[in-house]
Nanobody, 123 residues
């Protein structure tokens, strides 16, 4: 089992930055691919970014490429999402995700979820 706890959300003006953090517990955290999803009001939960278990490979949804950076710190059992040049369209609840095998691009495939953290970008 893996438990995930997100932090770092908040209110920011358009063009600003935020860094989300996901703290994972469980001895096998370092072998799991990890990712971030987001869910805007009235919309489905969608893929944002993911990172391989080694940290060597990263994956991004097209709209966040060049603005968001995912990273992981195995020693601290943490995954981060650095978000820059934020837009009102980035407003959503952001969820940390962990997978037992491969990176998931669909919410229905994710094995473990955090409780989510709200990110609000004002115009």
């Amino acid at each position: 089992q893996v438990q995930l706890v997100e932090s770092g959300g908040g209110l920011v003006q358009a063009g600003g930055s935020l860094r989300l953090s996901c703290a994972a517990s469980g001895r096998i955290f370092r072998i799991y691919p990890m990712g971030w999803f987001r869910q805007a009001p009235g919309k489905e939960r969608v893929f944002v970014a993911a990172i391989s278990s080694s940290g060597d490979n990263t994956y991004y949804e097209d709209s966040v490429k060049g603005r968001f950076t995912i990273s992981r710190d195995g020693a601290k059992n943490r995954v981060y999402l650095q978000m820059s040049s934020l837009k009102p369209g980035d407003t959503a609840v952001y969820y940390c995700a962990a997978d037992r095998n491969t990176v998931s691009y669909y919410a229905s495939d994710v094995d473990y979820w955090g409780q989510g953290t709200q990110v609000t970008v004002s115009s």
